[in-house]
């Protein structure tokens, strides 16, 4: 029987967890994946460092703007969800009134 996506995705995690937690220089960890997104913008830059780091900036500028916007959308779903939630609340408490009303 395959193993549910939800089950997969919290070992996943705490797997993650744990090999941070057994890593004792997280700087040293990621050093290489850093290293190799300053070659890209670098590279894109045409190895101007200069241009390069405005390249980075409007990288991670551009993740700020596409987080902000997933979690304004995510708040606006909340708030849907618990105005719908209110809605049905408020028409069955209506329709006990109307049930309990002879």
């Known amino acids: 029987m395959p193993v549910p996506k939800s089950e997969r995705s919290l070992a996943g995690r705490a797997a993650a967890h744990q090999s ?20 890209r913008f670098l590279d894109q830059a045409g190895g101007d460092p200069i241009r390069a780091e405005s390249l980075r900036k409007a990288h991670f500028a ?9 979690r304004r959308r995510a708040a606006e779903a909340r708030a849907l969800a618990a ?20």
């Open 20 to 39: 941070w937690a057994n890593t004792p220089n997280r700087s040293a960890r990621t050093a290489p994946a850093r290293a190799g997104l300053d070659a």
């Open 83 to 102: 105005d719908l939630d209110h809605q049905a609340a408020e028409a069955d408490t209506e329709m006990n009134t109307a049930k309990a009303t002879p």
């Open 62 to 70: 551009a993740l700020a703007l596409k987080s902000a916007k997933s």
